[in-house]
T-cell receptor
Framework: AQSVTQLDSHVSVSEGTPVLLRCNYS??????LFWYVQHPNKGLQLLLK??????LVKGINGFEAEFKKSETSFHLTKPSAHMSDAAEYFC??????????FGQGTELSVKP | EAGVAQSPRYKIIEKRQSVAFWCNPI?????LYWYQQILGQGPKLLIQ????????DSQLPKDRFSAERLKGVDSTLKIQPAKLEDSAVYLC?????????????????FGPGTRLTVL
């Protein structure tokens, strides 16, 4: 069965410093992986997705993630945090029939 | 382009009462999903429709939950009777095709959700 584990329930950074949100996955086959962001009282938005064509995936708003098969990881990074990045972030894996399986979420706080 | 619409945005009911949520997907999207997001957890798929047919309802508690998508457009999710543990945000999403594909054709677009509180 497919699953994802987000290693931090809450991450706090200062504005302008790097962001690292960690995600490990478990899959019996080559997975499809995604990162979604959820701002308060707004719908989930796709940040980026792993297509298997490139291990380094670039998404919206300066975020990127690197697929590392040897480490079964798909960590989300951003070089410089902005106040508007404060939100809940979900790492997601797709199963063989296309169902999305969400992680528990990581709440990102950005301090001025 | 209009996004996925949901109503109501908030609902408070007492246990054993019934409640219904409505979702209007993005125009032209064949696939519609209902998710349940309990506080502090990631969303969990309840049911997936392809047009007006059910693709996956394995996680839907069918003794109390029901959903329909008449005419393959709008959808309604109902809970009857509600329990305390049903307190959650109910998210609706839609996609052009089936989920999980790596193409943008199958990206899921989410509505703002309905926050249900059962007292």
């Amino acid at each position: 069965a497919q699953s994802v584990t987000q290693l931090d329930s809450h991450v706090s950074v200062s504005e302008g410093t790097p962001v690292l949100l960690r995600c490990n996955y478990s899959s019996s086959y080559s997975p499809s992986l995604f990162w979604y962001v959820q701002h308060p009282n707004k719908g989930l938005q796709l940040l980026l997705k792993y297509t298997s064509a490139a291990t380094l995936v670039k998404g919206i708003n300066g975020f990127e993630a690197e697929f590392k098969k040897s480490e079964t990881s798909f960590h989300l990074t951003k070089p410089s945090a902005h106040m508007s990045d404060a939100a809940e972030y979900f790492c997601v894996v797709s199963d063989q029939i296309g169902k999305l399986i969400f992680g528990q979420g990581t709440e990102l706080s950005v301090k001025p | 382009e209009a996004g996925v619409a949901q109503s109501p945005r908030y609902k408070i009911i007492e246990k054993r009462q019934s409640v219904a949520f409505w979702c209007n997907p993005i125009s032209g999207h064949a696939t519609l999903y209902w998710y349940q997001q309990i506080l502090g957890q990631g969303p969990k798929l309840l049911i997936q429709f392809q047009n007006n047919g059910v693709v996956d309802d394995s996680q839907l508690p069918k003794d109390r939950f029901s959903a329909e998508r008449l005419k393959g457009v709008d959808s309604t999710l109902k809970i009857q009777p509600a329990k305390l543990e049903d307190s959650a945000v109910y998210l609706c999403a839609s996609s052009l095709g089936t989920s999980g594909s790596l193409s943008s054709y199958n990206e899921q677009f989410f509505g703002p959700g309905t926050r249900l509180t059962v007292l």
